[in-house]
């Protein structure tokens, strides 16, 4: 899986593979695909995964059918589980730790990705008058995902996560407001395939838009809001994602990009755009 991303002030957001018991590789299902080259349930190891929990086709995943792997990320979650909510007990010297260590690890990578968002509000200067409530929410968050594995499986993240994107809405308001223009939203819209090469989409509400295979060539994404938009094989080549936010590494990596596409500072180039 990818171990790339980098969080806006928060390192033990980012994966760590070498920590983790490779949960992603075995709590989660796939299913024969573009992105998958075999079915799996969840809790099923996937036969690729080593004895020392490590990839053993890592270095070719692409190539392999497996290109899904190389679009995940965990925000930490992995290690998260793995060392702190089951003390470094791993499911098969512990087998009786399993099926909860599998059911909470999901649950955890969603708390982690909300931390994310929350760290990354909180370098947003536009939304300085918010950044109390939002260290309150990042608070709250942090300490839910220290919880046991009984209570983080019984945890209605989808409650919580309610709460914070009310929060994130009003810091997204802000922060467009700075585009100096009628912002466009387009929250939800389905753009699948849409031709939108050299768009002005500054100060853009793009929140869960579906831009699958969009072409955004050279388009301008600056200060767009990008929260749980879909960008599985968008076109990004030579687009400007500059002062864009709430973007993550996983949208990147199911992109397409190129040496020009230009990005927020805390994300990497993916290394299939080269």
Known sequence: M??????????????DCGNCFGLCCVALPFTRSADFALDKDAGTPCPNLAADFRCGIHTRLRPSGFTGCTVYDCFGAGQKVSLTT??????RSAPDTAARMFAVFPVVRQLHELLWYLNEALTLEPARSLHGEIRGLLTETEALTDLGPDSLAELDVAAHRQRINVVLLRTSEL?????????KDRRGADLMGARLRGADLRGASLRGAYLIAADLGGADLR????IGADLRDADLSGADLTGSFFVTQPQLNAARGDASTRLPGTLDRPAHWS
């Not at 990818?2 to 994966?15: C, H, I, V």
């Not at 089951?86 to 499911?91: M, N």
């Open 2 to 15: 990818n171990t790339t991303s980098r969080p806006a002030g928060n390192g033990e957001l980012r994966a």
């Open 86 to 91: 089951f003390g470094g007990k791993d499911w």
């Open 175 to 183: 922060v467009r407001a700075g585009a100096g223009r009628r912002k």
């Open 223 to 226: 200060l767009a809001d990008l």
